[in-house]
T-cell receptor, first 113, second 115 residues
Framework: AQSVTQPDIHITVSEGASLELRCNYSYGATPYLFWYVQSPGQGLQLLLKYFSGDTLVQGIKGFEAEFKRSQSSFNLRKPSVHWSDAAEYFCAVGARGSYIPTFGRGTSLIVHP | ETGVTQSPTHLIKTRGQQVTLRCSSQSGHNTVSWYQQALGQGPQFIFQYYREEENGRGNFPPRFSGLQFPNYSSELNVNALELDDSALYLC???FGDGRGDQPQHFGDGTRLSIL
């Protein structure tokens, strides 16, 4: 079965600074990988996804993520953070042929003005 | 395009009661999944419905059950409520046959509190 680890529970950055949120997965083959964002009191919104091909994936709101097979990682990055990016971020993995996605426990992003 | 809508927004129940949560999928979507999100945790997959049948289930007991209707809307039923059932329940819809490669669109959830 697949699993996801988001090692950082909280990340604090200043507005305008760069951001990297870490995600490590465990799965025997190439998984499907997703990043979602959740604002307070709301559901999850898909930021980007990786299925195959180019390992650098562009998403919405200026986010990107890079799939690194050798490190079993799918870290999320943004070059310049805005105050509105403050939210909870979830990495998720889907196994090919499986119907059951697995989410990490999330990383809370705090943005200082 | 209508997004995923869930009702009610909030609900308070007592132990032992039963609850039904409802979800209308995004227009054009035929697959519905339900998740439980405890405070400070990521969503945990409960089950998924495709063509009105359950086609995937997470590690939840049988007292968690569901339905999908011909219009692709869905219900989540929980019997014999326990304190640990207090959580945000999320519904997500997608188009396809429910495989793991399909991005899901989430509703804002139902906050269930058990007293």
């Amino acid at each position: 079965a697949q699993s996801v680890t988001q090692p950082d529970i909280h990340i604090t950055v200043s507005e305008g600074a760069s951001l990297e949120l870490r995600c490590n997965y465990s799965y025997g083959a190439t998984p499907y990988l997703f990043w979602y964002v959740q604002s307070p009191g709301q559901g999850l919104q898909l930021l980007l996804k990786y299925f195959s091909g180019d390992t650098l994936v562009q998403g919405i709101k200026g986010f990107e993520a890079e799939f690194k097979r050798s490190q079993s990682s799918f870290n999320l990055r943004k070059p310049s953070v805005h105050w509105s990016d403050a939210a909870e971020y979830f990495c998720a993995v889907g196994a090919r042929g499986s119907y059951i996605p697995t989410f990490g426990r999330g990383t809370s992003l705090i943005v200082h003005p | 395009e209508t997004g995923v809508t869930q009702s009610p927004t909030h609900l308070i129940k007592t132990r032992g009661q039963q609850v039904t949560l409802r979800c209308s999928s995004q227009s054009g979507h035929n697959t519905v999944s339900w998740y439980q999100q405890a405070l400070g945790q990521g969503p945990q997959f409960i089950f998924q419905y495709y063509r009105e049948e359950e086609n995937g289930r997470g590690n939840f007991p049988p007292r968690f059950s569901g339905l999908q209707f011909p219009n692709y809307s869905s219900e989540l039923n929980v019997n014999a409520l326990e304190l640990d059932d207090s959580a945000l329940y999320l519904c997500a819809s997608s188009f396809g046959d429910g495989r793991g490669d399909q991005p899901q669109h989430f509703g804002d959830g139902t906050r269930l509190s058990i007293l």
